[in-house]
């Protein structure tokens, strides 16, 4: 079992920034990859960016190349998530999960944290 919490959302202006956190704790040595995804009110859940955990590649859905940056820390069981110019349609809840090792597939979410952009 990999427990995951999110934390860093808020409210910010178009524009602005906001950097999410994401701690992973358990069995940490399952992770094989970390994702964000986001979910706004009425709209399916979107992948946003992920990071392979032991060899740190990165890859980013197209709605936010050139303005999101996924990044972790190993030694904390951390993964990042900077998001720079922020538009009111990135407004979601924010998910981090765990792909691991075992199952290759995303079993393991956070419980979200809510990012307004105002315009």
């Known amino acids: 079992q990999v427990q995951l919490v999110e934390s860093g959302g808020g409210l910010v202006q178009a524009g602005g920034s906001l950097r999410l956190s994401c701690s992973a704790s358990?069995?940490?040595?399952?992770?094989?990859?970390m994702g964000w995804f986001r979910q706004a009110p009425g709209k399916e859940r979107e992948f946003v960016a992920g990071?392979?955990?032991?060899?740190?590649?990165?890859y980013y859905g197209d709605s936010v190349k050139g303005r999101f940056t996924i990044s972790r820390d190993n030694a904390k069981n951390t993964a990042y998530l900077q998001m720079d110019s922020l538009k009111p349609e990135d407004t979601a809840v924010y998910y981090c999960?765990?792909?691991?090792?075992?199952?290759?597939?995303?079993?393991?979410w956070g419980q979200g944290t809510q990012v307004t952009v105002s315009s």
């Open positions: 999960a765990v792909q691991s090792r075992m199952t290759m597939k995303y079993d393991y």
């Open positions: 358990g069995r940490t040595s399952s992770i094989y990859d």
């Open positions: 990071i392979g955990w032991s060899d740190g590649r990165t």
